[in-house]
Structures are given as structure tokens and as C-alpha cells.
């Protein structure tokens, strides 16, 4: 039950659904800002028109007079309010300039983030989990300022910060109004051409023309998509599919999801005929992205225009794969992927040079544009909690034209938390129990698809424009570890976590209990006391999901050849000639790749759990109700550090672990006396017991190491015969 009333998604008194209500509602705001814009800068254009000019040195009594009215309705609270003068040079950029000193924000953009507040209500009605999203949480600090002008200037200094372009991009629902907003908070749209088009619904600047098929190629400007031949795992080439379906199609999407790649088979029909079946997945909440521009902006602009580097990717993966001009051509897509390749089927040039025959997007926005061959069959499957597939703004279930080719599902699947709802496994599970029907379908019409496949090869798509994420710290070389999950690169790299260790002194004796009962294995001694760490990690984007990670270790002096005081001489090593380490004692994560990776890879043990973390900020939190383990507190006053790279230490079998990790941020050294930990469980495992015997539950940490925003990598781990 909400604030209002009523269940999430129920209708109100009157029979109309909350959410609809809510987003027609923003829409019309959102209408309103805009005007108020176009008003602006009629306004704006005629205050600084030559004939008024002219007049106002000719007849300064009138002339003067029109202009003062003008600059009055364009700067007054009472007007069209804040700087609203964007003149180039002279005396309406100095004005311009003044409003910005004194605060002022225009009328357009205390509407836009009125605007922007409601269609966040609707979000959350029916998908509260989104409360809990790092981009979201960030979102709302700005629109919940105290003053609509502190949260319009929040929200602009949010847009610039290239640290939230990913928490940004990943509120899908949200992405129509964050565009408009944005167009609308730059005070000159001429800044930002594309993001105002896009806003207003026209077309935006659109780029020299160039032809995006085949026979254009050669011509285009090839720095942008590119793609590479790339070989499968010998554990992915397992799971591939041998035959021609529409769920083994989409098992082969579910396998690249997390690669940045595509995969073109070449599959015999019933007829003997060699087709092709182009499969093309969608994003991967949490995990990194190389395929696009880390500006949301301009990630999102790319995605719908058919010339993208996306599409132009795919474009060159399909002429190095050697496909014939005229063979017949299956495109499946999930997504952003579904995006893409409904975006191909519209291209004329690119259904000149292949027949278009199927096009099937699962879980990809609804789509109004007809393919350029009308003989194209068109899919659409989407479940109706799946927010991704309204980003339109229309929604699922919309009325408009389609063509006679297509065939749409919607249907409501049990799965209704973002971004679970929109995981490809989620559908193929789905497309077995709960719409079989919809899976004949397909299948049926993939009917000349459906035989043995002779070739598979798999493309990862990149784009030059732009270095790859987490550049030049993580662009390292990776091996492949096999795991229960499935393959695993290490090292793992985390490119987008928040961190806090929160460091203990206790009892020797008590921290040695804890360690396993291993020669050489000791506690290092800080004068009478050694030392626990309790790790908050909240891993936003990593090459094994997202999750948030809770560590309980042990700092532990050289397994060989202990000395006094060696853990602090060797902080003047570097990190991979270090001796000593910390030893992990208990770790709970919150994803089973992760706890898989973590027990297997590293030796650490790990449990899986629910628990929340929010450390982005000096205000900072963790909780895990299974735990029963609370931190919060404010950090007080902090000094900069040098980054900080540990060595971790495990167990496997007889053996054990060491793991190198490396880390890049802007790391702080802050007292302990602002956080506190709380347990809210009397039970004495899996942690609970560990911290009451160190009695680091009863005590503030003696300090704590903050990094907001950094990245990570961890080795794979090294055994050692000890």
C-alpha cells in the first residue's frame, strides 16, 4: 500500500491507473516547460532584433521602453524568471551572466524538474525497487532539494558529471525525460542540438548522408563501429545451439549478454538452403560497456538512429562474415539488440543487399516504423512489467498502425522487479511456462531456419571514437577460468564501486581464533593489538554483475618470515612484492557469480545474501537484514591517501590464496568516531558471532578508508603450499 492509498499499479476512485495518470500528467508539463522555452527565446530573439535596437536609439522613450518590458518579462520572478539571456556577446551576455551569479533559473526549467518529479512517481509505483538504484538515488538527491532552484542547479551539475553518466544511463524509464530536462536546463539549446530535438519529438541534426549498407562500407567513416572476429569458449561452445530455434537463438543471446558481441550462423533449412540468423543482445545491467559512448546523452541518440555505431558494427561484422548479397536474413534481438536490428530492417540499402525475411526483438521498446521490404515478418515480445520496453513513452499495449506482417505479445509475466524482468533468461524461461504459445509462433514462421547449423562466429562490436571503459587502468590482459557459474575473465575488473574500510584495533588473541589453524599464519601486531577490517563494497559495474560485498578480515604478517612491525614497512612496497596481507575471515555477497568467483577463484568464504549499500557520499550506509548488520554514520573531516592496493588471503583445500588487488580512486583517510556498526541479531553466525568476539560491535572503528568512486581489479588467485 502507498501513500496514496492504494495498491502499486491498482486504479484510483475514479478507474484510472495510477501510473498512466501520473505520466500523462508529466507529459503535460513537460508540454508546458516547453513553451514557456519557445516563449523565451521569442522573447529572447526580439529583445536583441536590430529594428528594436535601432528604435530604441531613435525614440529612446518607446524604444527603451519595449526593451526594459522585454528584459523585465524575461529576468522578473514574476516573468518568464532566471538569467534567460544567452546573447553571444555585448550586453546580453553580461546580463546572462549576472543571472547566473545571482542564482536565478528560468521559469522553463523550474517546470521541467516539477515535470521530472512526477514521472519519477510514476516509476515507482509500480517498480519501488528502483528507490534502491545507485543512478536513482543520486537523481533524487537533486530533485529533493530544499528550493526548486537548488534542485534545478543539483540536477545541472549532475548532468555534467561524467562519474553519473553510468548511474544515469541505467534508469531506462526515465531516459525521454532526462533528455527533455536536460535540453531544457541548458539555457542555450544550441548547446546541445540533439538533446533538444530529441526532446521537442523532432528529428535530430541529422549527419551527412551516407548509405549504411553493404555498398556504402567503404565509404563511410569506419572510426566509429567497428567490429572483430572472436572465438567462443570451449564452455560457450558447449551451450551454443547445434539446431535452428527460437529459444536456442535466444540461449545464444543470453550467452554473449555480458561479452559486448554479436553471433552470425549460418543454419541448412528443411530445403537445404543456407540462411543466416544474426543474434544480438541487449544490455547487461551492471557489467561494462564498450560497444557505446559513455555519454547517456549521446548512447541514447546513437540507439535510436539506424545510422549508429551499433548498427554500423553489425553492418561490418556481416561483410567480414561473407555473406552473399541477396541471401535470406534472420535478425534476433533482445533490447537494445532488438533496437538495433529493428533499426537494420528499415534501412533500404541494407534490404537491398540481403532479404530481410524476420525480425524478432524481445524485450525492445515497441516500434511503429514499418521495415523497408514489406514482406519483412516482424515480433514483438515484451512482458508488461518490463520498463525497458516503454522508453518511448508510449508503453506497451499502445494503439497504433502496424503492418500486416507483425505479430506482437504482451503479456504478464511473474516476474516483476527491474532490471530481473528484462533479463533474457527471464524471457526464454517465460516463453516455456508462461506464453508457449508465443514460442510456436515464432517458430512456426522461423520454420525455414529450423535445421542444423554449420557455422557459428561470434563478433565483438566496439567503437572507436571512444577509449573502452575504465581506460588505461583496465585495459589488461585476461584469461578465461572455468567456474560452476560458467567462464570467468580474470582478472575480475570493477569499473564503476564505492568503498569503506572501517579499521578495528582488537584483541590478538581474539583475531588469531579466527584465522585457520595454518603454520605461519598470525595476526600482525600493531604494538599489543592487531588489526580487523570491515570491507563495504557497493559494485555498481563489474565483469561478473553488480552486487554489494560485506568482508570481514584479519591483517596477517608473512606466512615464511614474520617480522615485528612488517605490515607497516611494507606499505613502502609495491603491492605484488608484498609479504603481508589481510586475511578474509567471512564475506557475504550479494549475486551467486559472485560468491561463486569468490570461493572458487579466490579461496575466501563466501555466502550469498540480501543487503544494501550507499557509499558514494559522506553520509554512508550498509544493511543486511540476514545478517542482522547495520552501518551507518556521517565521515567527518578527511586527508588524501595513496590508493589502496591489498593482498587478500584465503584458503582452498590444504592450500592457501593469495589474490593481488589493485585500486584507482580517490581514496581518504577519516576518523571513526561519526560511524557506527549496530548487529540487530542475536544469533552468533555466519558474522554476528565473529564481530562480538573481536567486540567490534561495541566500539567505533579507530579510522575508516572512504573511496566514493574508484575502480578495482583482482587477480586470479595464486596458491601457495602453506
Not at 133 to 138: I, L
Amino acid at each position: 500500500m502507498r501513500a496514496d492509498g492504494h495498491a502499486p499499479g491498482r486504479p484510483t476512485p475514479d478507474g484510472q491507473d495510477t501510473r498512466e495518470q501520473l505520466r500523462r500528467c508529466a507529459r503535460d508539463v513537460v508540454d508546458v516547460a516547453e513553451g514557456i522555452r519557445a516563449v523565451s527565446e521569442r522573447a529572447r530573439t526580439a529583445l536583441f532584433a536590430p529594428p528594436l535596437t535601432a528604435s530604441a536609439r531613435r525614440r529612446p522613450r518607446t524604444g527603451l521602453a519595449a526593451q526594459w518590458a522585454l528584459l523585465r518579462a524575461l529576468t522578473n520572478k514574476q516573468g518568464l524568471g532566471g538569467p534567460g539571456i544567452t546573447a553571444p556577446r555585448g550586453m546580453g551576455h553580461v546580463l546572462g551572466a549576472a543571472g547566473e551569479v545571482l542564482g536565478r533559473e528560468s521559469l522553463a526549467a523550474l517546470v521541467a524538474v516539477t515535470a521530472l518529479r512526477i514521472r519519477i512517481a510514476a516509476v515507482l509505483v509500480d517498480h519501488p525497487e528502483f528507490e534502491r538504484d545507485p543512478g536513482m538515488r543520486r537523481l533524487m538527491k537533486a530533485v529533493t532539494a530544499d528550493k526548486d532552484p537548488e534542485a534545478v542547479r543539483a540536477l545541472r551539475a549532475l548532468f555534467r558529471d561524467r562519474g553519473a553518466q553510468r548511474a544515469l544511463s541505467g534508469l531506462a524509464p526515465l531516459m525521454t525525460e532526462l533528455l527533455t530536462v536536460r535540453a531544457l536546463l541548458d539555457e542555450d539549446p544550441r548547446n546541445d542540438e540533439t538533446g533538444w530535438a530529441l526532446a521537442v519529438g523532432r528529428e535530430p541534426p541529422a549527419d551527412p548522408p551516407h548509405g549504411i549498407g553493404t555498398g556504402h562500407l567503404a565509404g563511410r567513416d569506419k572510426g566509429e563501429g567497428a567490429a572483430v572476429a572472436v572465438d567462443l569458449t570451449d564452455q560457450e561452445k558447449q551451450v551454443t545451439a547445434t539446431e535452428g530455434s527460437f529459444l536456442g537463438f535466444l540461449r545464444n543471446i543470453e550467452m554473449l549478454s555480458s561479452g559486448g558481441r554479436i553471433l552470425v550462423q549460418n543454419v541448412r533449412g528443411p530445403d537445404g538452403v543456407v540462411r543466416y540468423v544474426v543474434q544480438a543482445p541487449g544490455m547487461a545491467p551492471g557489467r561494462p560497456r564498450n560497444d557505446f559512448p559513455q555519454d547517456f546523452v549521446g548512447a541514447w541518440r546513437n540507439l535510436f538512429m539506424t545510422d549508429s555505431p551499433y548498427t554500423r558494427a553489425i553492418l561490418l561484422a556481416l561483410a567480414d562474415h561473407g555473406i552473399p548479397r541477396g541471401a535470406d536474413l534472420a535478425l534476433i534481438g533482445h533490447g537494445e539488440g532488438g533496437i538495433a536490428v529493428l533499426n537494420l530492417a528499415q534501412d533500404e540499402e541494407f534490404c537491398r543487399a540481403y532479404r530481410v525475411t524476420h525480425v524478432v526483438a524481445v524485450g525492445s521498446p515497441a516500434d511503429n516504423n514499418k521495415p523497408a521490404d514489406p514482406r519483412t515478418w516482424v515480433a514483438g515480445i515484451t512482458n508488461q512489467h518490463d520498463i525497458v520496453a516503454v522508453l518511448d513513452g508510449r508503453g506497451a499495449g499502445s494503439a497504433f498502425d502496424p503492418h500486416p506482417n507483425r505479430y506482437e505479445v504482451q503479456y504478464t509475466g511473474p516476474s516483476h522487479e527491474f532490471p530481473l524482468c528484462h533479463m533474457v533468461h527471464e524471457y526464454i524461461e517465460h516463453l516455456r511456462t508462461v506464453v508457449p504459445e508465443a514460442r510456436e509462433a515464432v517458430d512456426e514462421a522461423l520454420t525455414p531456419y529450423r535445421g542444423p547449423v554449420v557455422r557459428t562466429q561470434a563478433y565483438r562490436l566496439k567503437n572507436r571514437a571512444t577509449p573502452p571503459e575504465g581506460y588505461p587502468f583496465l585495459a589488461l590482459p585476461t584469461m578465461s577460468v572455468p567456474t560452476t557459474a560458467g567462464p570467468v575473465d580474470v582478472p575480475v575488473r570493477y569499473y564503476d564501486s564505492s568503498a569503506a574500510h572501517l579499521c578495528y584495533p582488537v584483541d590478538a588473541d581474539a583475531a588469531r581464533g579466527l584465522l585457520p589453524d595454518v603454520t605461519g599464519m598470525t595476526p600482525s601486531r600493531l604494538g599489543r593489538r592487531a588489526l580487523a577490517v570491515l570491507s563495504l563494497y557497493e559494485h555498481r559495474c563489474t565483469t561478473i554483475g553488480p552486487y554489494t560485498e560485506i568482508a570481514l578480515s584479519v591483517l596477517v604478517d608473512d606466512l615464511w618470515r614474520p617480522r615485528p612491525y612488517d605490515a607497516v614497512t611494507d606499505l613502502l612496497r609495491r603491492v605484488d612484492l608484498r609479504r603481508t596481507g589481510r586475511y578474509v575471515v567471512s564475506l557475504a555477497v550479494t549475486s551467486e557469480e559472485a560468491r561463486v568467483v569468490a570461493q572458487e577463484i579466490w579461496g575466501q568464504p563466501a555466502m550469498r545474501m540480501t543487503a544494501e549499500a550507499d557509499l558514494a557520499d559522506r553520509q554512508i550506509a550498509a544493511r543486511s537484514r540476514a545478517l542482522g548488520l547495520v552501518v551507518e554514520g556521517r565521515l567527518g573531516p578527511g586527508v588524501r591517501c595513496p590508493e589502496a592496493d591489498w593482498i587478500l588471503y584465503g584458503r582452498r583445500g590444504e592450500s592457501t590464496v593469495r589474490t593481488l588487488v589493485r585500486a584507482h580512486g580517490r581514496l581518504r583517510l577519516h576518523p571513526g568516531t561519526g560511524v557506527r556498526l549496530r548487529l540487530d541479531t542475536p544469533a552468533a553466525e555466519p558474522l554476528a558471532g565473529q564481530l562480538r568476539r573481536l567486540r567490534i560491535d561495541a566500539v567505533r572503528p579507530l579510522f575508516v578508508l572512504a573511496s566514493p568512486q574508484l575502480m578495482v581489479h583482482r587477480s586470479a588467485g595464486a596458491v601457495l603450499p602453506r
